[in-house]
């Protein structure tokens, strides 16, 4: 099977930095995108960021200038640079993941089980 593994969560204090890491593992035969998504309390799960299937990135609106994601393809590994942070950002961080298995040609969803970011005023 597939998992996802996130780290690097936590509490910072507003215009602190923090860097989530994912990492994909099983028997994974490609990934077609991969990026990171956020639920804060009340309001819908919402893309931050991620790579396409063509290896472009998007970008949330919130999130320009502040935020970069970046990648080890051999790792199959996200990693999520967050800066200048705000109280705002707070909300739990989802890395997800389309991918080919090993014996299916079919594109699979995957999600972690999220990392807390908590940014204090």
């Known amino acids: 099977q597939v998992q996802l593994v996130e780290s690097g969560g936590g509490l910072v204090q507003a215009g602190g930095s923090l860097r989530l890491s994912c990492a994909a593992s099983?028997?994974?035969?490609?990934?077609?995108?991969m990026g990171w998504y956020r639920q804060a309390p009340g309001k819908q799960r919402e893309l931050v960021a991620r790579?396409?299937?063509?290896?472009?990135?998007n970008y949330a609106d919130s999130v320009k200038g502040r935020f970069t994601i970046s990648r080890d393809n051999a790792k199959n590994t996200v990693y999520l640079q967050m800066n200048s942070l705000k109280p705002e950002d707070t909300a739990v961080y989802y890395c997800n993941a389309q991918l080919r298995r090993v014996g299916s040609v079919s594109l699979y969803d995957y999600w972690g089980q999220g990392t807390q970011v908590t940014v204090s005023s």
């Open positions: 790579f396409t299937s063509f290896g472009r990135t």
């Open positions: 099983g028997s994974i035969v490609s990934i077609n995108g």
